[in-house]
């Protein structure tokens, strides 16, 4: 590794940590729709894998911890992630202490950072000789977490009849862009597919808009009136393990542990049935709200973390529904990357560490001082500057770009109806986890159904 390698890594950092500051402070700024088309973008623009993994790393962790601006100020989550700290942050804001909201969920966030890097490395190490073994069953094994997943859905018997069709769609459309030679026969179009998948909803709403009975029909609101109560400023560099009390350290502490070893399963449901086990027994709704937010942003970045490191570092195929999401063109971006060759087979063991330590540290040192002494100036500027809107069509601009460079013009057509389906599927409770399970094991399902 040399020494214009370390600064250009550094300098990625830097830029994904400012970046992603700002842009997960925006209400609705969802992880998987936001840094998976940046890092796309990154794959494929023939950057250095050390530098790209880099960049992500210092935006997921600058992702979440700046997501306790809105979700304390406003009690609007900034992503999925972020949705079952909304109740409890209220609950502090009732009792005039947003500020303390702020930087409970933000120190919550940095022990969840301490903890998963080392332990998510050592777990990566650790199941390295497995590989062989895991990677043969791999197509079986996303259909199987596909199942799984959808039994732990909230709405788990719409989940489980959504599989096979939407493997049959996914897999219906590569063999019509073969047939009509769209792309060359056996290549699998991928990226845009997955795109489609993350920003679902934001296409069917887009459909719906065009229908006249539907959009007038639609609620209209003036503008929405948001008031932030100033927080108490603070002097020197904040100290997370002072934030804290020894209680929410220690159970900060388990939370990431647990979310570490944890990795294959929902980070959702994982957050959610932790985060509110842990507070159950605390009576005092001040005492128990902070213990709850704090625990459940540990366990989430512990996700994060794990569920990128350890299927990249030891397996090279996504296994979990954080490669499965937002780490995704980290595993698979044709032509740059493939399943069978990508970051994985690429990056030495002391680059994976490297790039971890330099984005972790930039990220958490930077955002975790911005988010906690800066946190309201922040949301008022995202809430005043930056309409959502605009971030959302940003990025549904790229689908579109990328979908052309996939398959071409017929491929529009095709994202947008993928978009369409996977919105619909979504509204009725069959989480992203499900979809892009569904989207790996399309071609092993669908085959295995042929005969």
Known sequence: MTTTLILQMIVAAVIAAIMYTIIGAAPGADETATIAPITLVLVLSGLHPA?????????????KLIDAVPV????????????????HAMVLKKFGLTDTSIRKIASGAVVGTFVSVPVSLFLARALVPFSTVIKQYGDPVFFIGAVLLALMSKNRWVALASILPFALLIQGL?????GIGAVPKGTNVFTSFFLAITIGPVILTLFELLNKEKR??????DKKSIYLKKAQEIGKFPNP??????????????????????FILSPVGLTTFFGELFASRTKDPVEKASLAIS????????????????PLIALGIPLSPMSLGPANPLFNAPPVFTLQHNMHHILSGLDF???TLIGAAIASAF???????????????????????ALLGLFFSLVLLLAFMDAGWINIAGVLLIGIVAGVLYRLGVNYGVLFMILYSAPWIIKTLAG
């Open 51 to 63: 530098v790209i993994l880099t960049f992500f790393i210092s935006a997921i962790v600058a992702c």
């Open 367 to 389: 955002t975790y001082f911005v988010a906690v002494k800066y946190s309201q100036q922040i949301c008022a500027f995202v809430f005043k500057k930056i309409p959502h809107e």
């Open 295 to 310: 625990t459940m942003e540990a366990l989430a970045q512990a996700t994060y973390f794990s569920g990128t490191l350890i």
């Open 353 to 355: 560490i490297s790039a």
């Open 241 to 262: 393990f002072r934030i804290l009390t020894k209680k929410e350290i220690v159970y900060s502490t388990m939370a990431s542990l647990i979310g570490s070893v944890a």
């Open 216 to 221: 007038e029909s639609m609620k209209r609101f």
């Open 174 to 178: 590569r063999h019509l862009y073969w």
């Open 72 to 87: 304390s100020t406003a009690g609007i989550p900034a992503g999925v992630m972020s949705t079952p700290m909304v109740e």
